[in-house]
């Protein structure tokens, strides 16, 4: 049995911050993460990042890990460890590598376990050349590896942009970004430079088909009515061997499941959130909640989250009060500020309807 | 397909060659790739196939979920092949759904 102060699961932007929050308040902390190296899905994110100093504006996705965990030696990281299970007595069993399970006794622990991509249902979605988005930048951005030769994107997400902008860096076409609802999602930044580059975002269109034999080899893009209905005679089929799909996350919370922890259904955060304090405690008390995994946002916010559920849960392993209420405030006052203005009125809403953050 | 030669933010050196092989023929990956991604870049898409209609499966999630690149690597069975790394003489096939040696 290895026994810790604090486990975090996740190594991502927010278990990294997380970690490094309470390490800087003398825990010791436990971080896991089911992949080789730490920084979840910073590892790919090519674009430098918005908001203020604090929020590492400026700085490029793949250059902020190192950042956060500043305190490395009260953190010990076990990589390639998947958290497979989760028990009422506080007692976690983890799998590293391939065959060797340990069993985890932690007195609090934050899971940060971020978000999974979300399908969409179209004949043909099965075949090879449909990916999800996260794994497009994954081939391209940490392997080298050319995805394709022309994309059809669906979705006019941030997610859905970046990555076609990441598409073309490389060297790759892309056909189209199709965008279902009747305006673009991602910021205007992000979505100008893809159509200086000239590649048309199309709002109110859907992708109906993809086709091929053993692989992608043409998608078909129709318009939609004001009531999402496909408008006949607008079908349009286009050359791509890569359809790429970013419609959406959902947070990843089987371990909470596992634990009973009281949940709620919130579209605007990505589904079926964990109901938690202000300080990102769930109804099971010793567990808290972080990141995209508390409701998928974006990563600066989930830095911020994972630096207050750090903060909140080493105030309660005896870590200094006053300095863990100031990072609490801080964080507190940072999350207001991302969610401000017409941006984070989605997650505002989503937010309102947790209770006001209360259990 | 074919490998990122020229970017703009990320450098993608010429690193060592891995040599693998694949349902029998000898291919090369290179030191970092994961046993999909060099299979991705030797332009083979199709990594299994459905267990009811025998539809094609790819790369799809990159990050071991979604269980579309589970292939026999070494003579073990359902290893998520987007996340293992690729280590030199490898023996990757493709296998049949359920998982196990080919016995056809």
Redesign the interface.
Known sequence: MVETQLLVVGGGPAGLAAAGAAASLGIDVLLAD???KLGGQLVKQ?HKFFGSREHHAGV?G?DIPPLLLANRERVTVLTDTTIIGCYEDGVLTALTGEDKYLKIKAQRAILATGA??KFLSFPGN???????A??VQ???????????QRVLMVGAGNIGVIVSYQLL???IQVAAVVEAAPTIGAYLVHASKLARAGVPILTRHTILEAKGQ??VQSAVIAKLDENWQVIPGSEEELAVDVVCLAVGLSPVIDLLGQMGCKTKYVPELGGEVPLRDAGLKTSLGWLYVAGDAAGVEEASAAMVEGRLAGAAAAAELGADAAAAGAIIAQCQASLDSLRRGPVGAKIRAGLSKLEGGTL | MSRISEHPILEFEDKPVVSFTFEGKKLEGRQGDTVASALHANGILVLSHSRQHNRPRGFFCAIGKCSSCLMTVDGRANVRTCTEPLKEGMVVRRQPAIGGELKW
């Open positions: 089911e992949g080789l090519t490029r793949i999974s991509e099965d075949l090879p050349g449909v990916y999800g996260g794994a994954t081939l391209m951005n940490q392997y080298g590896v050319v995805p394709g860096q490389a060297g053993e692989s």
